[in-house]
C-alpha cells in the first residue's frame, strides 16, 4: 500500500455519500465467525462537527470473503 491515500473499505462508490445507500458513518463494528463484517451506519455525516443526516440509519453486512 501506499502511504498517505486513502482507500475506502469495500471501494469508493459504497463509500459515495451522494449516492443512495453509502456508507455514511460506521460504528460498532465486527467480524462473525462466517468472515463477515457487521456495523450500524449512523446515516450522519460529521458527527464530531457539524452533523448531519443524510440517509437513514443501518445495520451494514460485507462479506469479507468477496467483499460485498
Request: with cysteine; net charge neutral; hydrophobic share 35%.
Amino acid at each position: 500500500p501506499t502511504v498517505g491515500l486513502l482507500n475506502p473499505y469495500p471501494n469508493w462508490e459504497s463509500n459515495d455519500v451522494t449516492k443512495q445507500g453509502a456508507i455514511v458513518s460506521l460504528l460498532r463494528t465486527r467480524i462473525d465467525a462466517c468472515d463477515r463484517l457487521w456495523g450500524v451506519d449512523t446515516g450522519i455525516e460529521d458527527l464530531a462537527g457539524n452533523a448531519r443526516r443524510v440517509g437513514p440509519t443501518k445495520l451494514i453486512a460485507i462479506d469479507l470473503k468477496t467483499d460485498k
